[in-house]
């Protein structure tokens, strides 16, 4: 018994002193299964797209040829002229930061009105009706009446992408609320938690999934709302350098720009899909 146990602990010895290699051939496998299928797609994609645009009359340039005149845009992202001459870095920046405050205020107000549309019964019969109605409305079409209301560009397209964004938030809040299991609602009324303690240790943490399902179509829906918003109100912004580079014809800057909005319209998506992810401890899907 005792040679045994004596012979267990060297087996464990040395298992404890096999230094393990910090990158597996199955990570490897794995990393590679994730990235060779898209880059394949891509560069598939980009073959046809300079095949099919070289012949003459063709409306749109090549790969090739986009990337050789729009190279100053692309080798040049921060210089500043003064005005609206600026690089795309200062015009993405400046729609990230009206995107960041009206979400921003999305969320708050969503995650309100949500949880009062989940927890009352007489709010959800007399707001439910209106939300469905008013989220309807495309975005661009709220942008009249918020020139009118703010006299000013920069407020207007905020609003515009608050009053987007904040329809997904307020229905998956909703939801969410709506499914929290009564098992919980009864241990809450045994312990006796006042409403705000109820708020904070029972009705956010379990309906977090749904929040930040919400919150990633909210977010999608900025981003797009930003761009076309800012085609109309003008100014610095990555919509009004688009409406520009068309009114002066530069079709390769065009691309340029939009390949830059999916991106970052990506990378957003990916943010909050991992700060969800985080929170919820691996229960909202990232």
């Known amino acids: 018994m005792a040679l045994g146990l004596s012979l267990g602990r060297l087996g464990a010895a040395k298992a404890e002193g096999v230094k393990r290699p910090l990158v ?10 994730r990235i060779v299928p898209p880059l394949v797609v891509l ?15 063709a409306g749109l340039p ?29 015009h993405i920046s400046a729609s990230l930061q009206r995107v960041a405050l009206g979400f ?17 019964e007489w709010a959800m019969r007399g707001l439910d009706p209106i939300f469905q109605v008013l989220r309807t409305i495309p975005p661009l079409a709220w942008l009249p009446l918020s020139l009118a209301a703010f006299r000013d560009g ?15 938030i307020i229905i998956n809040t ?16 045994v312990l006796r938690l006042n409403a705000f303690e109820f708020f904070a240790k029972v009705m956010l943490p ?8 919400g919150l990633r179509i909210g977010v999608g829906l900025s981003w797009l709302a930003i761009v076309a918003a800012e085609m109309l109100i003008g ?19 065009i691309i340029v720009a939009l390949v830059y909005v999916g991106v970052i319209g990506f990378v957003l998506d990916r943010l909050v899909a991992g700060l969800g992810h985080l929170v919820t401890r691996g229960t909202a899907t990232a």
């Not at 597996?24 to 299964?33: E, F, H, I």
Request: aromatic share 14%.
């Open 24 to 33: 597996t051939r199955a990570a490897l496998k794995g990393l590679a299964l």
């Open 43 to 57: 560069a598939v994609f980009l073959l046809l797209w300079e095949v099919l645009c070289q012949r003459p009359g």
């Open 62 to 90: 090549p790969p090739s040829r986009v990337v050789s005149e729009a190279w100053e845009i692309i080798a040049h992202p921060f210089y500043d002229n003064g005005g609206t001459d600026k690089g795309l870095f200062w």
């Open 104 to 120: 921003t205020l999305a969320v708050i107000a969503g995650v309100m009105l949500g949880t009062l549309v989940g927890q009352s």
């Open 154 to 168: 920069q407020p207007s397209a905020i609003f515009v992408i608050f009053i987007t964004s904040i329809w997904p």
């Open 174 to 189: 909703a939801v969410g609320i709506r499914n929290i299991p009564q098992d919980y609602r009864n241990v809450a009324a």
């Open 206 to 213: 379990s309906a977090a999934p749904y929040i930040f399902t």
């Open 235 to 253: 100014g610095v912004g990555i919509g009004f350098f688009i409406w520009d580079a068309w009114n002066s014809s530069h079709i390769s800057e």
